[in-house]
């Protein structure tokens, strides 16, 4: 399948961002941030969910809103870790700043269980995931007058914010969904962590220490990512303990599918790299094309692995999302 799809076509609507875009954005370095709380309703009481904004500059009164992105992580690190992690001298990490520069009011949170959100003795599923998203978006219409987000999610982070879109479609603009999931169908990376499935349905956390922080960096193609990242991502996840839960690995090796692509009504940028062994490039190429918007794409990027945003090659992954979010509205629809 893959070699009937060309390289060009793949990555078609990524030049929509200037190359230029990201040389001009990168000086600079001031930022205002904030932080918030979204609270969930859960039947043992209330839930606490830390989220995180990022901007250039701090919101005004009367000036035109930027557009807002929601930034949903996966299942082993928390948000900051995720999409704002800082690496002294080893060049620009975090997909909030990138984004930042770009334009963009930038967002994420912790779900529950993970980061500075509270613990509970759930396992935090793609389901419990959808009603944090719910939270998260309430606060963010507050806060910025708007009602509908942008929203990337990053492997199970992905499966999140597909099953928030086609749940709430009418508070989602454009969605990207990177190193996504749809039925699991001939995984290597499934096919071997569904060799933990009993412990996964009996138990709410699993180990998640350094070595496997690591492993996340080597899991499917050595030579894609900068090892010494894993020491700064390890140093901010180990800071919450050596725990997280199983709720999306339980959901990846026993509930698949979890999105419907028929009931994904918007925009959608299907992106993942080009030795991700999470996914087949059939079972992806069939969510593909049950999409039901001609406002879609596909684009596999070249020298990535699972992990885009934490990749050497990441900013061919910028370039691509940052093409698909800032595309022109067209004349027919």
């Known amino acids: 399948m893959k070699k009937q799809i060309s390289r060009r076509g793949l990555v078609a609507g990524a030049f929509l961002a200037p190359a230029a875009a990201f040389a001009q954005s990168k000086?600079?370095?001031?930022?205002?941030?904030?932080?918030?709380?979204?609270?969930?309703?859960?039947?043992?009481?209330?839930?606490?969910?830390?989220?995180?904004?990022?901007?250039?500059?701090?919101?005004?009164?009367?000036e035109r809103p930027l557009p807002v992105l929601l930034?949903?992580?996966?299942?082993?690190?928390?948000?900051?870790?995720?999409?704002?992690?800082?690496?002294?001298?080893?060049?620009?990490?975090?997909?909030?700043?990138?984004?930042?520069?770009?334009?963009?009011?930038c967002w994420t949170l912790d779900h529950e269980n993970y980061g500075r959100s509270t613990q509970t003795d759930g396992n935090s599923d793609i389901a419990s995931g959808v009603e944090d998203l719910k939270a998260a978006v309430e606060v963010i219409a507050k806060e910025t007058g708007q009602a509908k987000v942008h929203m990337f999610g990053e492997s199970s982070g992905a499966i999140r914010a597909g099953a928030y879109a086609q749940a709430v479609p009418a508070r989602v603009?454009?969605?990207?969904?990177?190193?996504?999931?749809?039925?699991?169908?001939?995984?290597?990376?499934?096919?071997?962590?569904?060799?933990?499935?009993?412990?996964?349905?009996?138990?709410?956390?699993?180990?998640?220490?350094?070595?496997?922080?690591?492993?996340?960096?080597?899991?499917?193609?050595?030579?894609?990512?900068?090892?010494s990242i894993a020491e700064f991502l390890a140093e901010q996840e180990l800071k919450f303990g050596d725990q997280v839960p199983t709720g999306t690995y339980l959901d990846m090796t026993s509930k698949l599918p979890l999105v419907d692509p028929k009931r994904v009504s918007g925009p959608v940028l299907l992106i993942r790299g080009e030795y991700d062994g999470i996914a087949t490039m059939n079972?992806?190429?069939?969510?593909?094309?049950?999409?039901?918007?001609?406002?879609?794409?596909?684009?596999?990027?070249?020298?990535?692995?699972?992990?885009?945003?934490?990749?050497?090659?990441?900013?061919?992954?910028?370039?691509?999302?940052?093409?698909?979010?800032?595309?022109?509205?067209?004349?027919?629809?």
């Open 173 to 227: 603009d454009r969605l990207v969904l990177g190193a996504f999931t749809y039925k699991g169908e001939n995984s290597p990376t499934l096919t071997e962590r569904a060799k933990q499935l009993d412990y996964y349905r009996t138990h709410n956390r699993r180990l998640r220490d350094r070595s496997m922080v690591q492993s996340i960096f080597t899991r499917d193609k050595p030579g894609t990512t900068d090892p």
């Open 27 to 62: 000086p600079a370095n001031k930022f205002w941030a904030s932080q918030y709380w979204a609270v969930k309703s859960a039947p043992k009481g209330e839930v606490k969910l830390a989220m995180y904004r990022k901007r250039t500059a701090p919101p005004k009164a009367g």
């Open 71 to 105: 930034m949903v992580h996966g299942s082993s690190n928390s948000a900051q870790s995720s999409f704002d992690l800082a690496t002294p001298g080893k060049g620009e990490y975090s997909l909030m700043n990138t984004f930042a520069r770009l334009g963009y009011d």
């Open 283 to 333: 079972d992806l190429m069939d969510f593909y094309n049950q999409l039901p918007s001609g406002d879609k794409q596909f684009v596999v990027v070249p020298g990535i692995a699972h992990n885009l945003i934490l990749s050497t090659n990441r900013e061919l992954f910028w370039h691509a999302m940052h093409g698909f979010l800032s595309m022109p509205k067209g004349a027919v629809s």
